[in-house]
């Protein structure tokens, strides 16, 4: 089984910084890419950051500049460092990964739980 973990949401100001983290873990052969997804109330979850295996990565357009996503293969972790936070970016921000599971080589989608943040004006 493979599951995502994250942590670091909570409330700040805006203007200031966060930084989240995704550690995967379980049966995992390979990992393709990773990503950060986020939904506000009323809103679609939409895609936040992404970075593939080999080392590339996307931003939306809204947080382009503010926002660095980054990985350590080591530690099958990825992270979303966001600075300047503004209080559009509020919302639950859930960690997606595509992994081939070592048991039958299968690759899937991947979720965490999801992560509050909060910015206040």
């Known amino acids: 089984q493979v599951q995502l973990v994250e942590s670091g949401g909570g409330l700040v100001q805006a203007g200031g910084s966060l930084r989240l983290s995704c550690a995967a873990s379980g049966s995992i052969f390979s990992i393709n890419a990773m990503g950060w997804y986020r939904q506000a109330p009323g809103k679609q979850r939409e895609l936040v950051a992404r970075?593939?295996?080999?080392?590339?990565?996307y931003y939306g357009d809204s947080v382009k500049g503010r926002f660095t996503i980054s990985r350590s293969n080591a530690k099958n972790t990825v992270y979303l460092q966001m600075n300047s936070l503004k209080p559009e970016d509020t919302a639950v921000y859930y960690c997606?990964?595509?992994?081939?599971?070592?048991?039958?080589?299968?690759?899937?989608?991947?979720w965490g739980q999801g992560t509050q943040v909060t910015v206040s004006s």
């Open positions: 970075i593939r295996n080999s080392g590339s990565t």
């Open positions: 997606h990964a595509q992994i081939l599971d070592s048991t039958d080589y299968s690759p899937g989608d991947y």
